[in-house]
Each structure stands twice: as structure tokens, then as C-alpha cells.
């Protein structure tokens, strides 16, 4: 069987570019969390060629891309985003990152390190540029619901139409695990989390819950709840758990917490076919053993936020900053960063030939004049990638919805 882990790219592309630039930045708010502390200043000039080899130290305030006491923290940037209406008309949305969140996020990044070999040791200033699209489409707008820490790590590199070898894989699981012990003693004081990836990062997220979080009940009842997007959890057949995790279950209701979130999005039009790479139980990261007559979860964003109904937010970029993620195409007027359409796209969550997944459909209301944002890729659907650069974004404000509701619960 072919692995995800064979193809696993990341983020919310869509189509080209020029326009609003996304790297226009904002000054932290008074009110922001930590603002009393120093903030430290960063200097990525001598981390372009990190080691490939032994441990990486998170005391090191340069192996974070994001975290609430240095400066830059680059999930401060600028996400303000434009809806577009039914009836073409714009209306601009400012980002307000929370004052002082109750709870943290842990996030790791998708696969950045493209068409290169072995694992990313880039984390200067470019390495950083290469991580913006995932983390600002992804995980940034998270600020206005929780503290969010986002470790640089070591990850396997794209080379071509594979991912390199298993021990690059397992360096970066290193730092990811590293990274997170550092954040629990020195960051977390007790406080519940989220943790949010997406396809290597979600896959290094899900090794990290089995190995360290799964087993540990004091660990374990901080979490509010995993987003495994774009990754391959899963359950045994039938049950919500007992696959990936033995104590973790899916998400089945809203408010909900202690469980997984997770889905691999395809088009309707567009289903999984032999090729697909997502939605099948594969590879594991650390090779353990698997099941394979197990369930890939699936869980509808719209039901977990609890209306069930059409997505209620989706985010698109108006320009991306790691050329290999390709261009899009920005909305002509449109000046913020993000585009945002409300109640146009649906998913359901289905099963077909072994896979399960979350279909996508548009269903734009009638008589609506807006455009179809372009959240499709011909060149990605033929390879069996449907629509996983965007697994994210078509549902990020539902997700969430469901954070916050979750959040509130676990208090």
C-alpha cells in the first residue's frame, strides 16, 4: 500500500499572485498575553545550517517560530480577512488576538522543506519564510482564542515525489517531542492545550499523543482536544478509539473534549480514487504496529460546531510566501490578506472503497453573485492528493467554533 507519508506536501494554496502583502506586521496589543514580561529579541542570522544530529535545546528562543514572549512572534502578523458576500459586497474582518487567553495551542507545521533532501536545518529568517503559509493559514488565527507555541523542527524534507527516509522522520519527532516536554515544564503551569497539525504535523502529533499523552492520565486531562488534520488516526472498526490512541476517541459531540478532531478532504466531484494518498490506514510514523482492517477518522467540522449545516467560514490567502506552494490569485479590491466566505461549502463525512473522507461540495446560494473562491486543484486531485493543501481552511472557522466550545467545557 502506498503511504500519505509518499506525497505529503501542506497548506492552503489555491491558485496566484501579487497583491496584499502578508508579511506586513502588527504591533502586539497592550492587552496581549505576556505583554508585562520581556519579550526576547530574536536573531536567526546563525541558525541557517542547524545540526542534523543530537538534540535541539528549546530553551533556545530561535528553535520557536511562534510564542507569546519573543519578538517577532510571526502569529502576530497581520490575518485581517474580507468577506465576500452572496451579493459581491466586501466587508473587512480585523483579527483581535485574546487579551488573556485561558488555554494554550501547540502547533506544528505541514511539510515546508520542499524539493530538497533530508531534513530542514534552515531556521533563519528564510527558514521561517517557508513556514509562513501553513502557520498564518493555519494556526495564527487561533491567537484569539489561546496562547499558541509553534517549535521549528527538524522535518523530513520533500525531495522530488517522496519524503525522505524514516530516520529524518524520526529526527524530527524528536524535536517535536523535545519541544512539547520543553513547553509542559517551562510554558504550561497547569493550563489545558490544543494541539493542531496538519499532514506532518499531523502525523508527528499523533506519535507524540500515543508515546506521551495517551498513557498519561495527568497529561492527558489537560487535553482539550488534538487537530489532526490531513493525517491518518484512527480507530478501530466501529469504535471511536483503539487504534492510534487506546484512551483518545474521536470527536463525536459538540463540547466534546479529551478526543481528535481530524479529516482528509476531497471534492465531491472529485471522490478518492486507487491513487489516493489520504483516508486508508498506512504507514505510522515510529513503524508501529498497525491494524489495517482499521477506520481513518473522519469527524464533521460543521456537526462538532454544532449547526451541522453549509461550513461557516472559510479562509483563503492573497498571496503565499514559499514559491513552491505555486501562486494565487487575489481577489481584485480585495486589501486585506485573507479572503472569507461564509455558508458556501459543505462536508460530509463518507466512506468509499476502504477510505473514509470529508466530501466537499459548493453550494452557493441562488441568485448569489459571488465567485467560487478557486479551492480545487486539477494537478493535485490526479495524484491523489484531493484537496489536502486546504483541509484547513475551508473549515477554519467552524474549527474553531469548536475549540471554544470545548475550551469552555474543560474549565
Not at 2 to 29: H, K, M, Q, Y
Not at 369 to 394: K, N, Q
Request: charged share 20%; glycine share 8%.
Amino acid at each position: 500500500m502506498r503511504s500519505a507519508w509518499a506525497f505529503t506536501l501542506s497548506l492552503a494554496c489555491v491558485t496566484a499572485c501579487e497583491g496584499t502583502d502578508i508579511n506586513e506586521g502588527r504591533a502586539p496589543d497592550a492587552g496581549a498575553p505576556d505583554a508585562g514580561k520581556p519579550r526576547r529579541t530574536l536573531d536567526r542570522s546563525r541558525f541557517a545550517a542547524v545540526a542534523t544530529s543530537g538534540k535541539l535545546d528549546y530553551a533556545t528562543p530561535e528553535h520557536w517560530v511562534c510564542r507569546p514572549d519573543i519578538e517577532p512572534d510571526e502569529c502576530a502578523r497581520n490575518i485581517d480577512a474580507t468577506e465576500i458576500k452572496p451579493d459581491g459586497s466586501f466587508e473587512v474582518h480585523e483579527h483581535e488576538p485574546a487579551a488573556r487567553p485561558a488555554f494554550d495551542c501547540f502547533y506544528v507545521y505541514p511539510t515546508v522543506w520542499i524539493a530538497k533532501s533530508a531534513q530542514m536545518d534552515d531556521f533563519s529568517d528564510t527558514g521561517v519564510e517557508l513556514v509562513l503559509d501553513p502557520l498564518l493559514s493555519q494556526a495564527a488565527r487561533f491567537t484569539s482564542l489561546c496562547r499558541v507555541y509553534a517549535p521549528m523542527y527538524r522535518q523530513a524534507g520533500l525531495s522530488g515525489v517522496a519524503l525522505t527516509p524514516g530516520a529524518d522522520k524520526q529526527l524530527a519527532l524528536q524535536d517535536v517531542r523535545d519541544a512539547f516536554a520543553y513547553y509542559l515544564e517551562h510554558d504550561n503551569a497547569g493550563r489545558k492545550f490544543v494541539l493542531i497539525g496538519h499532514s506532518q504535523g499531523a502525523y508527528m502529533l499523533s506519535s507524540l499523543l500515543a508515546r506521551d499523552i495517551d498513557d498519561d492520565p495527568v497529561v492527558r486531562a489537560r487535553l482539550i482536544s488534538a487537530l489532526l488534520l490531513g493525517g491518518s488516526p484512527y480507530a478501530a472498526p466501529g469504535e471511536r478509539s483503539g487504534g492510534s490512541f487506546k484512551n483518545i476517541p474521536s470527536c463525536a459531540q459538540p463540547g466534546e473534549t479529551g478526543c481528535v478532531i481530524a479529516y482528509n478532504s476531497y471534492a465531491a466531484e472529485a471522490p478518492p480514487t486507487a491513487n489516493a494518498l489520504f483516508g486508508r490506514v498506512g504507514e505510522t510514523l515510529a513503524n508501529e504496529p498497525v491494524d489495517l482492517s482499521g477506520q481513518v477518522i473522519c469527524t464533521e467540522p460543521a456537526a462538532l460546531a454544532g449547526h451541522g449545516g453549509k461550513l461557516r467560514g472559510s479562509y483563503f490567502p492573497q498571496k503565499l510566501n514559499n514559491a513552491a506552494f505555486g501562486t494565487v490569485t487575489p481577489v481584485p479590491g480585495v486589501d486585506t490578506p485573507f479572503t472569507l466566505y461564509r455558508d458556501l461549502l459543505r462536508g460530509r463525512c463518507e466512506t468509499k472503497d476502504g477510505r473514509s473522507y470529508l466530501s466537499v461540495s459548493a453550494e452557493p446560494a441562488e441568485g448569489e453573485t459571488r465567485a467560487l473562491p478557486a479551492y480545487r486543484s486539477a494537478l493535485l486531485e490526479s495524484i491523489g492528493f484531493g484537496m489536502h493543501l486546504v483541509d484547513y481552511s475551508i473549515a477554519l472557522e467552524d474549527l474553531m467554533t469548536i475549540v471554544k466550545a470545548q475550551a469552555a467545557a474543560a474549565r
